[in-house]
């Protein structure tokens, strides 16, 4: 990853696309940049990928992202990091994520990478990382969905970049009981070996849906818009999800507000609700209590809800909040 960001500085662009150009032709025009970008880095990086990388840089889709536009350069360091082998390792991190999920190297169909809006992640996230949904299309039409992340600052601390801070919370980590979390799918240090920094390159689970921080702001209006018993049903959701936490954690995340947690199911009829940013777990019983008793504020008349929630699905019958 050395000369990864030369190398995208130099990627030459067509010229920008005029605003009468019609959809059709646009697309064309897309698929033709798509194809540059991926030769470019077939041939940069022919020696540093293997055959399944080869041909997964074939069959990469851009969504949503225009080739031409400099502030889209983060895009190619997020697709290279990915596809890209370290010293002797027989498998990017892609090909690693693909056999750790039981999928056949040769059911990939296509890859397709899609940029973030900003009401996808959570405030703090969009500032600190850029962010792509990675989703691996495969032949029977299922498919599998990642959020790939990148720090936006390097540091020449690694222990201080948010991503390695998140993988340390995460890689350990039973998916199959914390369900509360996304699921990690690996990590990548990347170094700038011109000043010794570092940046940090994390693979996550998507969890489709929005933010809680778009029902709770107004608690008044979403009463009148989903129902109280919808409310209610949410807040207690929102406690289900700090139990799990607390029971297969031995904590609850850092700055567990709105922003941070994503309502899986929008309609209410049956909410969950899941972290979406976990750098650090607080399990420290004063640091618990304040998250808990903040995020039980939040929900104002339906805070006793939250309460009910956490009580009912810990293991251990404690007085939280």
Not at 63 to 84: C, K, M, R, S, W
Not at 155 to 179: C, G, I, R, Y
Not at 245 to 271: A, H, Q, W
Not at 273 to 302: P, Q, S
Request: aromatic letters at 8%.
């Amino acid at each position: 990853m050395v000369g990864f960001f030369g190398i995208i500085k130099n990627m030459k662009m067509e010229s920008h696309l005029g605003q009468r150009m019609k959809q059709e032709q646009k697309l064309t025009r897309m698929q033709i940049l798509t194809q540059r970008i991926s030769m470019r880095l077939l041939i940069d990086f022919q020696h540093y990928t293997g055959k399944f990388e080869k041909q997964i840089l074939k069959k990469v889709e851009f969504v949503g992202i225009d080739p031409e536009d400099q502030e889209a350069q983060y895009h190619y360091e997020i697709l290279g990091t990915l596809v890209l082998k370290e010293g002797d390792d027989p498998d990017s991190l892609l090909g690693q994520i693909v056999k750790k999920n039981c999928i056949n190297i040769e059911d990939v169909q296509k890859v397709v990478v899609e940029s973030f809006e900003l009401q996808d992640i959570d405030l703090d996230l969009g500032t600190k990382r850029n962010v792509d949904l990675i989703t691996l299309v495969l032949r029977d039409q299922s498919d599998l969905s990642l959020t790939v992340s990148i720090d936006k600052y390097a540091t020449h601390d690694v222990a201080q970049s948010p991503s390695f801070q998140e993988s340390q919370a995460l890689s350990n980590v039973d998916a199959s009981k914390a369900w509360a979390v996304q699921r990690f799918f690996g990590y990548k240090t990347i170094e700038d070996s011109v000043d010794g920094r570092f940046k940090g390159f994390i693979c996550k689970e998507f969890v489709p849906g929005e933010v809680l921080g778009n029902f709770t702001a107004d608690l008044e209006t979403a009463k009148e818009t989903y129902g109280e018993e919808a409310m209610k049903r949410l807040a207690y959701a929102v406690g289900t999800m700090f139990a799990n936490c607390l029971n297969e954690l031995g904590g609850v995340p850092r700055d567990s507000n709105s922003l941070n947690i994503i309502v899986v199911n929008s309609n209410l009829e049956n909410p969950v609700t899941r972290f979406c940013d976990v750098e650090e777990v607080r399990k420290d019983d004063a640091g618990i209590r304040l998250e808990l008793r903040l995020m039980v504020t939040e929900f104002g008349e339906f805070g006793g809800e939250v309460v009910r929630g956490i009580k009912d699905n810990h293991r251990e019958k404690i007085s939280y909040p």
